[in-house]
């Protein structure tokens, strides 16, 4: 399947710039660029060829960049059908939401559609935030908060231009809000293009920041203070499928569209390794992993979620160990 990222921010904070930039990137050939404009990131002067369509354009870097004149499904379906025909090449995808965007409901139109789901798969979201007036955007705009929460990485942008007061307030806001995503220094755009597309998988830095070094449950008490939770936990030994299924079930009933992120590497019943990924109640198929990627981070899960007690969190991610998936204290 062809993996998809997702780059969003809030208004005005770097997401066009960092585009324009990426789309030039030698590193960032062979992908598809959904943007909002294309004046937005003023590819006119990189320009190799337009299709017959005016809403496709080939750089000189090798990347391609649509606009969506319709639906991102529709859009999407007839990318993957000019690919298939050998009229464009690429083989992963880069979506840039609106400034205003939840990306949770765009994820889940990738993750949840019956055919969609068949021909991509979401991978990551890389959220950009605005050194210098990101503490206030934060503060009075939910969405914003929502984009940080759910991020798998942090770009944070203007830091050339920003006050140290204003950096160290704003950093610290979205540490608070995202206790796992790494964050990132951006200036002008200028970043490496892996940092963009790699793929999510719950990483060394994510666990030991949860666990600060230490292998045992931990939740984010202070997180809740910012409507948002994170809790960890290892999970011991193989779990079976029905086990998993089970816990996808209970998070379902007991956490519902308060759950916003989901992460783990589990040994599964049949000894294989995989990486679990969930968006609200969406959940990729859980997919194999190499051993010499994952054995450090054998068992351990993470949840992130809005709007819920620590200690209930807590337990939701625990239940996955537990015989009892019917019961959450």
Known sequence: MIPITLVSGFLGSGKSTLIARLVRQPGFARTAVIVNEFGDVGIDHALVSRGKEDDIVLLDSGCICCTMTSSLEDTLESLYYKRESGALDFERVVIETTGIADPGPIAQVLAGGLYLSRLYKFESLVVTVDAVHGCEQLEHHEENRRQVAMADRLLLTKTDVAQPQALERTTSSIRAMNPLAPILTVVQGVVDPTAVIAPSRLTRHELTTETHGHEHDHTHEAVFAHEYTTASSRVPGRVSWEAYAAWLEMLRAELGSNLLRAKGVLRFADGE????????????????????????LEGAVVLIAHHVEPSRLQACVRALGSVAFSTVS
């Open 273 to 296: 390794l995989r990486a679990i990924q969930g968006v609200q109640l969406l959940f990729s198929p859980p997919a194999a992993i190499d051993e010499s990627v994952g054995r450090d």
